[in-house]
Nanobody, 118 residues
Framework: VQLQASGGGLVQPGGSLRLSCAAT????????MNWYRQGTGKERELVAS???????NYADSVKGRFTISRDNAKNTLYLQMSSLKHEDTAVYYC?????????????WGQGTLVTVSS
């Protein structure tokens, strides 16, 4: 599985941004897809996840502001971010958890930088 994230950039506080993550390869094996982020000097944290059944989960810090979704026809994962805050500034990574021949694998995209600043 290969993941290509895009959509990062500079946005003002209170603004919106949509991240995308295109998946290629053995996409049929993907179970759950996630967005993580890592701010400067911080540990990587899970932001949102979505299972192949569409069940979503969010970090408390983004609930009500971020929406994760996946378009299976386009093999693409999205993260719609709104009401952005300075503390949302981070490199955002997409992640796929896949089951292949009874073994679980983690795949990562290259990361896309989101900067929230006026």
């Amino acid at each position: 599985v290969q993941l290509q994230a895009s959509g990062g950039g500079l946005v003002q506080p209170g603004g919106s941004l949509r991240l995308s993550c295109a998946a290629t390869g053995s996409i049929f094996s993907i179970n759950t897809m996630n967005w993580y982020r890592q701010g400067t000097g911080k540990e990587r944290e899970l932001v949102a996840s979505i299972t192949n059944r569409g069940i979503t989960n969010y970090a408390d810090s983004v609930k009500g502001r971020f929406t994760i979704s996946r378009d299976n026809a386009k093999n693409t994962l999205y993260l719609q971010m709104s009401s952005l805050k300075h503390e949302d500034t981070a490199v955002y990574y997409c992640n796929a958890v896949a089951l292949q021949k009874s073994i679980w694998y983690n795949y990562w995209g290259q990361g896309t930088l989101v900067t929230v600043s006026s």
